[in-house]
């Protein structure tokens, strides 16, 4: 599904977007560039990831795509528009179009008001249906996710964290939006509701042809659910380019360090290299030159005084780094599970065979339709 | 309860330094046991990873085998420890915090739990050994500066004064491998030392941990919900589910030749890192609460395989290979199940 032509559907310049902290009588007043000189393009209907360790300025930068964060610099263009200027009509629509689901399924629904109410919420503001075509939606919203359209007068406390996820997707399909920008959306759950969740993106995503921005730490997630993938490290994105290509050889030595310290669930394997030292810098006090520059072994003196720009490099890919060219030389392989045993191979082809079989016995096997909280044999 | 009727709690050669045997935890009036019998051994020197989902009872069993579940509205329901030849749960309070800080260590996933906003690490540190040793404050001052050192604090003189909020979340874990490894324990439990921390930080901290234990010889068990984090680090390894062990054995033997449906759903349920799948394989449902335990076989409601029998009789650890144990009325599964029509 890769290299079809595609349009731009949203789209970043220079943005930047900083944070003051303190300032009080005896505080000095700092500012935190938590995004800081973004230029990035979301092509319509691609999964385009962003990924970097806490405190990079993911979050911040997807909050500012969307608007609910103003940028302090730079713009964002939603169709070709610069979104902060726009009239209230087209505020509207982009409210509409632009749907934001969250990291925390616990503190992002608000707890007072029932689940049906908090899907129902996005269309009272932007459609005019009555209320039982709105009801009738919400059942099928809910319906949609993997809930049973009966839970709809329960509140969030009821519904554990996939759930909630679910809750949280429903209420972001509502308003028929053509972008979901999506805060580290499984990185709360359990690996088997994670895997549960995915599924229900990547089949919404193709069912309503959406573009899907995704925040993510998880670099095996990112492998399987995005196109491309943005590196963020301090604000600044380091390396763009199609999945495939990043993952098969990063160039910009925060990407290999970041691949090289994933753990594979494979003991024969062991290959996990702390070979970044030290710690984050802290964004408040970001060093000069190139940002990665106190932890990267490549590193010459000009790296210190001398700030990368983004530049092309083979294919469609883009890296930050002075050095990239050498340091290309120098790459280590992939990393990758090895084959399974022939006995183990068929065990897992035999789980899979029966899930199948199971979920299409009936509706009382499909996943997150049983409640934890309230025994409810005759709902 | 006999002495050696299990086999695997290897009463025989060598006893172990930890013996586990049946161990079973209740809450309050709760219609089931939170931890349903577990048991397992670790030897000196050897790192033990307990993996499972979150509530699963990872952590109310490590507090107990410390000692520091809260007892109300805990209660052990059955079952021994023997840590070094003692039988732990009928010790005395006094011996069991003895040996606590000193003899058996633990590390929590949240340092703040364990690390004093008001105090100095340096001293903090100190306190610790002082606790276990008759030895002068200088003396603990500079063993708290020794173990800074060990744990790869850079500028650790200058770091011994600092308050915890002074520092990462990366540094204030190391400052509680630190505190804990300052007395040279035996055991070492570490419950998802680096579930808070990002990549590139756990790979430090794994590989530090790896280091210290190669070192001291310590025992270690690691908690985590990671499969990458168990593949890298255990020698031997324990999936639970809802409060029970469901598959046991070496690390190579859970990964090349998992036996238990769920360690195959859990595993079918990570993403690859290689190839691109189409779709990924799940399991269905979640975890059963308390008050829906099944009777039967834990996993029953959840497990494409169920038939009668797992929901009737609670299927016991079988021998698989030589110390690979599942608990699973039809495991191996490709002899006992046909292909799905
Ligand atoms: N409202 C705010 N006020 C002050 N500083 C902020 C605010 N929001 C974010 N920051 C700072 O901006 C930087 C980027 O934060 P952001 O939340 O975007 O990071 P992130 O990449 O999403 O991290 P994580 O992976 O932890 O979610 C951080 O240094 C953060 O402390
Ligand atoms: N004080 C308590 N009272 C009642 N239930 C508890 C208490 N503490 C823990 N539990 C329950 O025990 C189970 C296991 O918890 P825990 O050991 O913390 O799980 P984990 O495997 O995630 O570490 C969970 O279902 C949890 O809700
Ligand atoms: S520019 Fe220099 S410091 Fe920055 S990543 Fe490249 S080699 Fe490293
Ligand atoms: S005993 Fe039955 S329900 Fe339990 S894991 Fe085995 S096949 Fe599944
Ligand atoms: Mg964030
Ligand atoms: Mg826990």
């Keep these: 599904m890769k290299h079809f032509a595609q349009d731009t559907i949203l789209e970043t310049r220079s943005l930047g977007r900083n944070f003051t902290r303190g300032g009080g009588l005896f505080q000095q007043r700092t500012v935190v560039r938590a995004v800081d000189g973004v230029d990035l393009t979301v092509r319509r209907g691609e999964t385009l990831a962003i990924v970097g360790e806490s405190g990079c300025g993911k979050s911040t930068l997807a909050r500012t795509l969307v608007r609910l964060l103003e940028p302090t610099s730079g713009q964002v263009l939603y169709e070709g528009s610069d979104i902060a200027h726009l009239a209230a009509r087209s505020m509207r629509k982009l409210r509409k179009d632009l749907q934001f689901v969250f990291q925390d399924p616990f503190s992002s629904l608000n707890p007072r008001m029932t689940v049906g109410a908090i899907v129902e919420e996005p269309l009272t503001i932007h459609t005019r249906d009555g209320k039982p075509a709105r009801q009738q939606k919400v059942a099928g919203l809910l319906q949609r996710v993997g809930l049973r359209p009966s839970m709809a007068d329960r509140y969030p406390h009821e519904f554990s964290g996939g759930q909630r996820q679910r809750i949280g997707i429903a209420r972001a399909l509502a308003s028929e939006p053509k972008v979901i920008v999506a805060d580290e959306p499984v990185s709360a759950l359990d690996v088997s509701v994670q895997a549960q969740v995915i599924n229900l993106l990547e089949d919404l995503k193709t069912e309503f042809s959406l573009t899907l921005v995704l925040i993510a730490h998880d670099l095996a997630v990112i492998r399987h659910m995005s196109d491309r993938v943005a590196v963020m490290y301090l604000g600044e994105i380091v390396e763009i380019g199609d999945t495939e290509t990043v993952y098969g050889a990063p160039r910009h030595p925060y990407t290999q360090a970041l691949m090289r310290a994933i753990p594979v669930p494979a003991p024969g394997l062991r290959s996990m290299q702390a070979d970044l030292p030290g710690d984050i810098p802290s964004p408040l006090n970001p060093p000069s030159g190139c940002r990665f520059h106190t932890r990267c072994r490549h590193a010459d003196a000009n790296c210190g005084t001398k700030r990368p720009a983004l530049e092309p490099t083979e294919g469609l890919r883009e890296v930050a780094c002075h050095h990239w060219q050498k340091i290309a030389a120098s790459l280590s392989p992939q990393k990758q599970e090895p084959p399974r045993s022939a006995a183990a191979a068929k065990r897992f082809s035999l789980y899979r065979e029966w899930s199948r079989k199971n979920k299409s016995k009936g509706p009382s096997s499909a996943p997150g339709v049983t409640t934890t909280q309230r025994k409810d044999n005759n709902a | ?341």
């Design chain 2, 1 to 341: 309860m006999s002495e050696g009727t299990d086999s695997r709690s290897g009463g025989s050669k060598n006893p172990s330094l930890l013996t586990v045997d049946n161990l079973a935890i209740r809450f309050g009036n709760a219609p089931a046991n939170t931890v349903d019998g577990i048991s397992f051994a670790v030897d000196r020197g050897e790192t033990l990873c307990i993996v499972g989902e979150s509530g699963c009872g990872k952590s109310i069993s490590a507090l107990a085998l410390m000692g520091l579940l809260p007892m109300p509205p805990a209660k052990i329901a059955g079952g021994r420890v023997s840590f070094d030849q003692r039988d732990l749960l009928t010790l005395p309070a006094k011996a069991r915090a003895d040996l606590r800080g000193d003899r058996m260590a633990m590390i929590f996933q949240e340092p703040m739990t364990s690390l004093n906003p008001a105090f100095r690490i340096g001293d903090q540190i100190a306190e610790g050994v002082l606790r276990h040793r008759a030895i002068s404050q200088a003396d603990a001052r500079r063993r708290a500066l020794q173990m800074l050192d060990r744990v790869k604090i850079p500028a650790a003189a200058e770091r011994l004064d600092d308050y915890p909020h002074q520092l990462s979340g990366g540094m204030r874990q190391r400052v509680m491998i630190a505190m804990a490894l300052a007395n040279d324990p035996d055991l070492l439990i570490a419950d998802e030392p680096t579930t808070a921390l990002d990549v590139t930080i756990q790979a430090q901290i794994l590989e530090l941990m790896k280091t210290l234990q190669e070192e001291t010889g310590t025992a270690l068990i690691m908690i985590t919900h990671d499969l990458g984090v168990v593949a890298e680090i255990a020698d031997q390894v324990a999936v639970m589910y809802a409060g029970r062990i469901v598959e046991q054995g070496p690390v190579e033997a859970i990964f090349d030749d998992p036996q238990h449906p769920y360690t195959i759903g859990l595993m079918s349920s990570l993403p690859s890192l290689g190839e691109r799948q189409s779709r990924l394989t799940t399991i269905s449902g979640m975890v059963p609460t308390i008050e829906t335990m099944p009777s039967g076989c834990r996993f029953a409601p959840r497990c494409p395989f169920v038939r009668e029998t797992c929901i009737t009789r609670a299927p016991e650890l079988t021998s698989m290979s030589p110390g690979h144990l599942a608990a699973c009325h039809f495991a191996p599964l490709e002899t006992h199940m046909v292909e799905a029509v």
